[in-house]
């Protein structure tokens, strides 16, 4: 299984980006995903979940200003990141649900 992020970028405060992760190599409709973030001299953080029932769960932190979707047509996992904050600045991974399958991260920056 491999997955591939993308959609990161620069963008102000305030500012929305989305995100993508692209899953091959597996069924991605029998898979709960998770995305992660790493903020600079921070550990990881779980930010999201989505599960194969579509259940939805948020850090405290980010309920109410992002959303986590899936495409299981396209093998796609999103996160629509809105009013968005210095203090979301990190490099966001993507997972597999309970598996060490991670995908390589996307850098967000947002300036204030």
């Known amino acids: 299984v491999q997955l591939q992020a993308s959609g990161g970028g620069v963008v102000q405060a305030g500012g929305s980006l989305r995100l993508s992760c692209a899953i091959s190599g597996g069924t991605f409709r029998l898979y709960g995903m998770n995305w992660y973030r790493q903020a600079p001299g921070k550990q990881r953080e779980w930010v999201a979940t989505?599960?194969?029932?579509?259940?939805?769960n948020y850090v405290d932190s980010v309920k109410g200003r992002f959303t986590i979707s899936r495409d299981n047509a396209w093998n796609t996992l999103y996160l629509q990141m809105s009013n968005m904050k210095p203090e979301d600045t990190a490099v966001y991974y993507c997972?597999?649900?309970?598996?060490?399958?991670w995908g390589k991260g996307t850098q967000v920056t947002v300036s204030s």
């Open positions: 989505i599960t194969t029932g579509d259940s939805i």
């Open positions: 997972r597999l649900l309970g598996t060490k399958y």
